[in-house]
């Protein structure tokens, strides 16, 4: 009977989770239900997974569609080409914006159900019309009273049935209306609402309500009986990437051969087993379209020269090294290829590739593009979605606007403990006797709204290629970013068998790009991918032994730099290993502690439990990667592969929550015990594996970030400079572009500050001089920046101020913050004289791209003799770029013949300044320190 029900999917108006909408369901003894979320479609992969295995419903696909408030129709899928084409009617809504067609179309795989108060006059054969029980008194006496057949039921169901629960619902129901439409409770219009009793009813009491046209049931029940929804697990990623299967088999392992004779010019017998038994692994498993799309996204960002790095369990495959998808060489490191594809589980491969953050969307707009191409204007690409769920600052802030609490009590009670608001974890005052009933409430539903989803947002890398239309499994969205995103997550596509595409963005490698670039530019080569070199390099190793790290990706940080030199390493494994313990799984569960004793203190290694050193002993018995999860869940508790992979699985979040986690969970206490493995020891051994939980590394992936941080130190030992200028343009890593400046500094830099004459956008290398950009300047708008270089570019370097302010259309602020930064030093006059001829001559310029015939120029006006003191371009630094470019320690200092003025703080200098001031000289300039000696 129930062909209307909303999840928490229907955003800011729904409040249960597909879960608990089935178990509400399963109480009333509903048979079967149809989830129609309103302009989603969330919630279906979860519900057609979980209706009939475990709770023995039918599973029913549909969507809602509305007009703002007004529903305008339902729609239900009577099969999955059905629910592909309400997909495909919803789709170009939340992409591009177009209006949603008050009739429905004709789709012959789906059924239509409008509301009794907008019927049309005549129905199509797939059209039906909605009774709601509030309908019921005046359908006699309306002409539809005569056409039952076409009548169904209509009981939208919002909030579970239980008494004690249900009156909650509808208010946190209330509120988030409130919260959608920003307003407040007593401002929000009623027909925003769902009716308070859109709840599951009991058989008896559906047919108490329709006892007068008992028709109306049997139409709803043939409804639902006519619809159905499936999905299996099956690989649905592209299936064929060149002209046929058998060309594609023949490229892979063509590919890989010559890739192997690169890799390994002399390949032994060990290694060669080892390609055959991946190509034989990649083929049974139908994973060659998947290797060859990767394969051709880097092949792409090569041609492009794009630098990557492949990471994640990835690097455990042989094959993957040699198609050039990773530089992790699997054998070095003995990873072994079933972390990434185990024949005995489902889970599809999973690659992590990274580039630039300013080569990604490039990379992006390639794959859309290619795997779109000749699809018949049919979408087979698209970005994963995740959920963006409430959580305890933003819950509260969000619920005390709508009832109206003032800012400063909002601040109060948001405030999470110890700041840890995404923890849910409330503050001592929000936990407090003292709070009147508004605040309380707003604590009570803020505690209820924790984790339900707020909003779709975009997964960080996740893109899938799939075989059919996406459209045959989600509905479509276009963010502000532009590409098309699922309605689902990334758990839900690997459900439905979409192997996802992670193309990540990161500075590191824009780092090592501009570096090489500038290194290069000066005449020199060199091959960054040399990593068996680099690993050999004594200057490297020396780098890594000292912690002389700064700038270098992922070991630059003050507590890497400190892990390194109590490791005392200066080799690959050693950084591999540092890698992967520097992370808070292992940090926080004492792990790392342990690991570095035992690293440090050979006797510390006996204290380790037997059974755990012999199952780790590379890392001395201690967990350090996620591989050592699955080794200790099946040397150590007794479980099989795959559950070992489920328990590995469950370091995210969101899986942990799945039944098939609680039961190995359950299964592995219960081998522990029959194992004999003391109670207390299973207990410390399940912490340490919960403390993974989304911060842990697999050594693949520590390896492959070791192979990223060997180039940036190769790059830093041997072209230090050229290094820190391309960290400085990719806006730095760990620290503020302050820092690596003053790290050039210590390699013999000289650091300028920007000039129209000879900066770029960002910051040059000019011999040893490090020259920073005009796009370092705070305030500079990026027009302005792109005038002058263009101008510049054009015409030729400017002469003077009356030059530039003729030849380019500056506001005269633009024009004044770039005089205070010291960009028209080269003129020779001083900053208050620029200052006063800016006042002068400016006049806004027009763009000329002729030339003058006549360039005349005006009169320099006779100033009095103005003082200028140098603690004053410190002060202009640190406002226009953050920092300044003189010894910062001079700061705390008077200078000897400096005015005591000069060094007071703006506040106390303007206090002290005459109030006679020349007039068109701004104030903050003159608090800045400069005046003029007449007064």
């Known amino acids: 009977m129930y062909i209307n029900c909303h999840s928490w999917f229907s955003f800011k108006y729904g409040v249960m989770k597909p879960e608990t ?41 549909g969507i809602e569609f509305r007009q703002g408030h007004r529903l305008l129709y339902i729609g239900l899928a009577k099969d999955n080409n059905g629910f592909q084409q309400l997909c495909e009617l919803l789709s170009p809504h939340l992409l591009d914006g177009e209006t949603l ?11 239509f159900i409008y509301p009794f108060s907008a019927a049309p006059a005549q129905l199509r054969p797939n059209e039906r019309i909605g ?31 239980n008494p004690g629960s249900s009156p909650g619902d509808f208010n946190t129901h209330r509120l988030l209306r409130t919260v959608a439409k920003n307003t407040v409770v007593s401002m929000l219009p009623s027909e925003e609402l769902a009716a308070p009793d859109e709840s599951f009813r009991t058989e008896e009491e559906v047919r108490r309500i329709y ?5 109306l049931l049997d139409n709803t029940q043939r409804l639902l009986e006519a619809c159905s929804i499936a999905f299996d697990g099956k690989d649905k990623t592209q299936e064929v990437v060149g002209a046929s299967r058998a060309h594609d088999r023949e490229k892979l392992h063509r590919d890989t051969r010559e890739g192997l004779l690169y890799r390994y010019p002399n390949a032994t017998p060990k290694v060669l087993t080892r390609m055959e038994h991946e190509l034989d692994v990649i083929e049974r498993m139908g994973f060659i379209s998947y290797f060859l799309i990767n394969q051709d996204i880097v092949r792409f960002a090569r041609s492009k020269g794009f630098f990557h790095v492949g990471r994640g369990s990835g690097a455990n495959s042989l094959v993957a090294y040699c198609l050039g998808i990773t530089d992790v060489d699997p054998i070095e490191l003995d990873l072994y290829f079933e972390r990434f594809i185990n024949p005995a589980r489902r889970k599809p491969p999973d690659f992590d590739i990274d580039f630039s953050w300013k080569d990604r969307d490039e990379v992006y707009r390639y794959v859309f593009a290619k795997y779109n191409e000749g699809k018949g204007g049919y979408h087979h690409v698209a970005q994963i979605a995740t959920y963006t769920t409430f959580q305890w600052r933003g819950a509260i802030r969000e619920l005390g606007k709508a009832v109206g609490l003032p800012p400063e009590e909002i601040d109060a009670l948001s405030e999470g403990e110890r700041g840890y608001y995404a923890r849910g974890r409330p503050s001592a005052r929000a936990n407090s006797n003292d709070l009147d009933k508004v605040a309380q409430a707003v604590i009570r539903y803020g505690k209820h709204l924790l984790g339900m989803p707020h909003h779709l947002g975009i997964h960080a890398a996740g893109l899938l290629v799939s075989e059919r239309p996406i459209t045959c499994y989600t509905a479509l969205h276009r963010p502000p970013k532009g590409f098309p995103v699922t309605q689902f997550s990334m758990l839900e596509a690997e459900d439905l068998g979409l192997h996802k595409f992670d193309l990540l963005s990161q500075r590191g490698l824009g780092h090592i790009r501009d570096a090489v670039e500038l290194v290069e530019r000066n005449g ?46 200066d080799d690959y494994l050693g950084l591999v290993a540092a890698s992967s313990i520097i992370r808070p799984g292992v940090a926080e569960s004492g792990m790392m502690r342990e690991y570095l004793l035992r690293h440090n203190d050979p006797e510390r290694i006996k204290l380790a439990p037997p059974e755990l050193l012999r199952i780790m002993p590379e890392t001395y018995g201690v967990m350090v990667y996620q591989e050592d999860v699955l080794k200790v869940a099946h040397y150590y508790a007794g479980l099989d592969l795959e559950e070992a992979d489920t328990l590995r699985r469950g370091m995210t979040a969101r899986f942990r929550e799945r039944p098939e986690f609680k039961v190995v969970q359950e299964k592995y ?14 207990a410390e051994i399940w912490r340490q594996i919960e403390s993974f939980a989304s911060f842990s590394f697999a050594k693949g992936h520590s390896a ?57 956008q960002l910051c040059s290398l000019q011999g040893k001089r490090i020259v920073l950009g005009l796009g370092n300047v705070k305030s500079l708008e990026t027009e302005t920046i792109q005038l002058i270089l263009h101008e510049r570019e054009q015409r030729g370097p400017f002469t003077d101020l009356q030059d530039l302010l003729k030849r380019v259309p500056l506001h005269v602020e633009q024009a004044r913050i770039l005089i205070r ?50 603690l004053a371009d410190a002060y202009d630094e640190l406002d226009l770029l953050g920092f300044p470019l003189c010894d910062p320690f001079s700061l705390a200092n008077t200078a000897p013949g400096l005015e005591p003025r000069a060094a007071l703080c703006h506040s106390q200098f303007v206090a002290q300044t005459p109030h006679t001031i020349l007039r068109g000289t701004c104030m903050r300039t003159w608090a800045s320190g400069w005046r003029c000696s007449a007064t």
């Open 21 to 61: 909408l089935l178990e509400e369901a399963q109480k009333a003894g509903v048979r079967a239900l149809a989830l129609t979320d309103i302009h989603c479609t969330a919630g279906i992969p979860d519900l057609v997974r979980l209706a009939e295995k475990d709770y023995g419903i039918k599973p029913i696909a």
């Open 101 to 111: 067609p008050e009739r429905a179309p004709e789709l012959s795989g789906a059924f």
């Open 131 to 161: 009774i709601k029980p509030s309908d019921l008194t005046r359908l006699p006496f309306s002409p539809w009273a005569k056409r039952t057949h076409e009548l169904v039921t209509l009981l939208p169901v919002t909030f579970r049935s």
């Open 211 to 215: 006892r007068d046209f008992p028709q």
């Open 524 to 569: 020199e080569h060199i091959d960054i991918h040399d990593i068996p070199g680099f690993k050999q390099d004594p200057a490297i190793k020396e780098l890594i032994k000292v912690g002389n790290t700064i700038g270098c990706f992922y070991v630059e940080s003050p507590a890497m730099r400190m892990l390194l030199k109590k490791l005392k390493v």
């Open 669 to 682: 206490f219960a081998n522990c015990k029959a194992k004999g493995h003391p109670d207390a020891e299973a």
């Open 704 to 760: 492959s970030y070791a192979v990223e941080s060997y180039q940036s130190l190769y790059l830093k030992a041997h072209h230090p400079l050229e290094f820190l200028v391309g960290v400085a343009n990719n806006f730095g890593g760990f620290y503020h572009t302050e820092f690596y400046l003053h790290e050039a500094k210590r390699s013999g830099a000289t650091i300028e500050a920007p000039c129209i004459n000879t900066s770029e």
């Open 821 to 870: 930064v010291g960009a028209l030093r080269f003129t020779g006059k001083s900053k208050p004289s620029l200052l006063w001829d800016l006042t002068l001559l400016h006049r806004p310029a027009r763009v000329n791209t002729d030339g003058d015939l006549f360039i005349t120029k005006v009169e320099e006006p006779k100033l009095p003799d103005l003082q200028h003191y140098p």
